[in-house]
């Protein structure tokens, strides 16, 4: 139903050198987007909820079995997949914008839940985590918003532009701090 083409050449030699993806899971995909139109950046990613809800769950349930299936159990478990990048900067089901008020922060919750229990249902073990804000937007809120909603977060996510921008990720439930600068 479909095809992996791309992401597996990608992953094969992402994997081929040793590295451990952190897959972002977005943007959304045209076919399966409620406005196709509403876009971004030069490549046009997606930034609309899905027009179905159990179109996307099937489709993240297809891609995590297509990554174990490909890459092992084992391997594909060291992974992080993160859902989505800064919706609280108008790149998910808003207008742009960037800050701790920007940001439809209901939509994006129903995102993560719906793509934590499809990836969860699929592969049990695979780490999925967010909502990869900006200036470590939403965390609080977040972490509540999704316990309540039965899709308690592997991980917590958020991205830290001063004048070097970097990465910050930390496990709440492994104790695991990853930290990154560019």
Request: proline share 5%; aromatic share 14%.
């Amino acid at each position: 139903m479909y095809s992996w083409v791309n992401i597996f050449r990608v992953f094969d030699f992402l994997v081929s050198i040793g590295m451990k993806p952190v897959v972002e899971l977005s943007f959304m995909p045209s076919l399966l987007a409620t406005d196709p139109t509403l876009t971004g950046f030069w490549y046009n990613g997606g930034h609309s909820a899905p027009k179905d809800w159990d179109d996307w769950q099937d489709f993240m349930g297809a891609l995590a079995q297509a990554l174990v299936e490909r890459y092992g159990l084992t391997e594909v478990e060291s992974w992080y997949f993160e859902v989505w990048n800064e919706p609280n900067c108008g790149f998910y089901d808003t207008a742009p914008c960037c800050g701790p008020t920007c940001g439809n922060h209901t939509a994006y919750t129903e995102l993560f839940v719906h793509t934590f229990k499809a990836i969860k249902a699929a592969v049990p073990s695979l780490r999925v985590g967010g909502p990869a804000t900006a200036q470590l937007g939403w965390l609080d809120t977040f972490i509540e918003a999704a316990t309540a909603q039965g899709a308690v977060p592997d991980f917590v996510t958020s991205h830290l532009c001063e004048s070097r921008c970097g990465s910050l990720a930390y496990g709440m439930r492994r104790g695991i701090w990853v930290r990154t600068k560019r």
